[in-house]
């Protein structure tokens, strides 16, 4: 029986601690270094490859405008 109860005790420490560990709030280093990550990322991959996109997407709306411009305003 004190076994039991010397077992049921550890478990209700160790329940507690975790508690106070799990239950701290705010902001942590971990999460400052997730968005200066994620920030980096995003300058050096994401934004490159859209101006490459954008630039090719203007070059075609160019064309198809011209063209357009030409059909409808066309003079005799």
Known sequence: MQTVNRNRNRMRAKCQRNQKLFSKKGFGLNEVIGI???????????????QGFAGSILDN????????????????
Do not use: E, Q
């Open 36 to 50: 200066a990550a994620g920030i980096i990322i995003a300058v050096v991959v994401v934004i490159p490859g859209l």
């Open 61 to 76: 709306l160019n064309s198809w405008w011209s063209d357009m411009a030409s059909s409808i305003f066309s003079t005799p």
